[in-house]
């Protein structure tokens, strides 16, 4: 139907260009007879006077203009006002049967009817155009600067790679591992052994699980893209599975490197939970078909999906199972050692009173996790601020374990 139409449309214009080329041959024509060359601009007064002795043979009476051919065959036009009164042309021409009619002065302009015809025909596709372009922008949505933000290391940090992490040395030696089939593949691949295609980090909050996935790539050297699953959670259904497309395809542009998705409980739930929507379902389908075509025979270098989440038991099983995500990596609250350990990675800064003691206070911090710790050493740097001291005391570190005390409390109470 569309092409029919379209092809109606086209052989009119066609036709109407070429019409007007016709007309404007067709010399017989007395509309045209008079607009196609620049005539002689004569007075008003000569017409009347030619007019009166019968010399006029014809003559096109315009709004603006009149056109006057004498039986000489000689050709002039004269000027008019929109306002004179030209009955008495009229009259003297009729007394001496000289042809006369109205200018057409169209023709001297461009043609309105092919104009408006040619619009007609360019319009329904204009329109069609601009709403595949809206509807393919709104699927695709405006490029979200979180969806693969890239983590690049300071030259002048102190600690670099596993060396920022402390307290969970049984997850590091797993990502060792996994380090060094990035670094070295040729070695894996001689003997047949392919670097996994995705890690799984599962703990509690707080435990260092984003900081082992950047410390992996610093200790790799090689790029970090990063982003939230709820990135790619959105109300329009397909943007979701967009975004992850374009995460994964800059992955592969700057491979070897490693893809961190962070909370993926958030849009990986096992399928035919309450609550999962067809969105979340076309976004977890997109992360299923990109860890797929990780395999290393199709990429020059291997791209790792590092995933984190503290909820592993509501992810879908598709996601999970080996060829996948091939392994798992708890990384627990830290004991003893691994609190003692923290503490001295982010007390490296602070000032801290010769008689602090970080075995004993971490002795007092049981079941805290590296971001709590985090927190006390920092409130304690705050408490000793506060009181104008010049160094961090143990007193500070007993208050600030106490407000943090007090907080978890708070917030696990009913």
Request: net charge positive.
């Amino acid at each position: 139907m569309w092409v029919a139409w379209f092809g109606t449309q086209l052989a009119w214009v066609v036709r109407s260009f070429a019409g007007e080329k016709s007309l404007c041959d067709d010399g017989s024509t007395l509309s045209r007879m008079v607009t196609r060359e620049p005539r002689e601009i004569r007075l008003l007064s000569d017409v009347a006077e030619d007019a009166a002795r019968g010399a006029v043979s014809k003559v096109l009476i315009g709004v603006e203009r009149l056109d006057v051919k004498l039986t000489n065959g000689e050709r002039y036009s004269a000027m008019l006002v929109p306002w004179l009164d030209m009955r008495w042309l009229v009259e003297t021409l009729s007394k001496h049967r000289s042809a006369f009619g109205w200018l057409d002065e169209t023709p001297s302009r461009p043609s309105s009817k092919v104009l408006s015809k040619s619009i007609a025909l360019i319009a329904p596709f204009a329109y069609l155009a601009v709403a595949y372009r809206l509807i393919m922008r709104a699927q695709s949505g405006p490029k979200d600067p979180s969806v693969g933000r890239r983590y690049v290391q300071k030259k002048d940090d102190e600690l670099r790679g596993f060396a920022m992490v402390a307290g969970v040395d049984s997850a590091k030696r797993e990502l060792e591992e996994v380090v060094n089939a990035i670094c070295h593949p040729e070695k894996y691949a001689a003997i047949g052994a392919k670097c996994p295609r995705g890690i799984l980090l599962t703990g509690p909050s707080g435990t260092g699980k984003t900081l082992l996935a950047m410390a992996c790539a610093a200790e790799a050297n090689v790029p970090f893209l990063s982003c939230s699953a709820s990135a790619f959670v959105e109300l329009l259904v397909g943007r979701g599975a967009a975004r992850v497309r374009e995460l994964f395809e800059r992955a592969r542009k700057c491979a070897p490197s490693i893809v961190f998705i962070d909370e993926i409980d958030a849009v990986a739930k096992a399928r035919g939970l309450l609550g999962h929507s067809d969105e979340r379902e076309q976004t977890l389908n997109q992360i299923l078909c990109e860890l797929d075509g990780f395999d290393s025979k199709r990429l020059k270098a291997p791209v790792v999906l590092v995933a984190a989440t503290n909820r592993p038991e509501v992810l879908d099983p598709a996601l999970t199972r080996p060829g996948r995500l091939d392994r798992t990596v708890v990384v627990p609250l830290p004991d003893h050692k691994g609190r003692v350990a923290i503490l001295k990675v982010h007390a490296r800064k602070v000032k801290l009173a010769p008689t602090v003691d970080l075995d004993h206070i971490a002795a007092k911090c049981d079941r805290f996790s590296g971001a709590d710790l985090a927190n006390v050493v920092n409130e304690a740097a705050l408490l000793a601020v506060r009181a104008n001291s010049i160094d961090v005391l143990p007193s500070h570190f007993q208050e600030a374990i106490a407000k943090r005390f007090a907080a978890r409390r708070l917030l696990n109470s009913p």
